[in-house]
């Protein structure tokens, strides 16, 4: 699964281009040359996964509140391009199963960010783990990824055979313990809190280390200098161009 694990993965698609988490973002990080794209997975007041990142619909959409205060239909009323630019007026909030079938389309593989709303961690890992086994083709590149370590360990029992990655901004104290219990395949870390030695640490450990979120091409070039495999970006195309062959 990891062994086609790109240089350069597409941050909420193609953030810098297109409005994060919309089925738009996706065909502009296939459009770029990514490989593989990044998206963020929440639940609806009805329980349907959709890609959204915020817990509210504020900034991403035209709607207000809380993304569990509404349910899909609701939410599929709202337009989720025009606050970045008024010609994705159409994008509305992609379901999950919407998603899949674009990535799998695309013929990218998939970092799927469990994202819950606060409190809803184990039902938002249920439902996009059952999401996934129904309809992402097996023999697409995979990683399941989350910041909170109660889906990880609902991805760790009801979906082993899917990589997981182990989202840390402030690591604590027992990061490594708990990478080992959730089973981590990856360590997907904040760029910016990165040297050399944090590097090297979190790789002593034997997992790759994914850096989120890298659109400066000098600094991805000094993350990978220090072994970091690859880096979540909301440019692909303009990274991929700027470090040359071989780079996405
Ligand atoms: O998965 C990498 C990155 O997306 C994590 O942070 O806040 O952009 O979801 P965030
Ligand atoms: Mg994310």
Redesign the pocket.
Known sequence: MLSTLPRLIG??GAKESAPENTLASLREAARQGARWV?V?VMLTRDHQPVLI?DDTLNRTTSGFGPVPDLTLAELKRLDAGSWFDPRFASETVPTLEEALALIADLGLGL?L?I?PYPGQDVPTAEIAIATLKRLWPPDRPLLL?SFEVPCLEVARDLAPDIPRGY?LWEPPADWAAIADRVGAATL?VHQDRQTAESVAAYRATGRPVLA??VNDPQRAQTLFGWGVAAV?TDAPGRLAASLGNGAA
Do not use: G, P
Request: net charge negative; proline share 0%; charged share 35%.
């Open positions: 941050h909420r990044e963020d990142h970092n960010e994202k990824s989202l997907n989120y979120t979540f």
